[in-house]
């Protein structure tokens, strides 16, 4: 379940991208335009889309803190609890055996 929502995650970051740099190049097209009514709308996209890039940036360094954190907090728990983790492993390892084997 976890590889379907990081695929998510991922497939999302990679459309925000998209439709940020989509939006660039629309800026730049629309450049030579004149006019007071399109200068001031290329101003507002700019500036949201310079904010819409720091946030996104921000979100990619959250998500990588989270994932490390609870990288570090798994690899501790296996530590301290070898045993426990043996266990767990093993009951998962029986209930995907037995959900599969149903098909």
């Given at each position: 379940?976890?590889d ?12 925000l991208?998209?439709g940020?740099?989509?939006a ?10 004149a006019?007071e ?10 500036d ?28 501790v ?27």
């Amino acid at each position: 379940m976890t590889d379907a929502i990081q695929h998510s995650k991922d497939k999302l970051m990679d459309d925000l991208h998209q439709g940020i740099a989509d939006a660039e190049e629309l800026l730049k097209l629309t450049a030579s335009h004149a006019g007071e009514g399109a200068v001031q709308l290329r101003e507002r996209v700019r500036d949201r889309m310079s904010q819409a890039k720091a946030e996104l940036i921000h979100l990619q360094q959250a998500t990588v803190e989270k994932a490390k954190a609870a990288g570090h907090a798994t690899d501790v728990f296996v530590h301290e609890n070898p045993w426990k983790s043996i266990g767990i492993a093993a009951g998962v390892g029986l209930v995907v055996g037995l959900l599969i084997s149903r098909r």
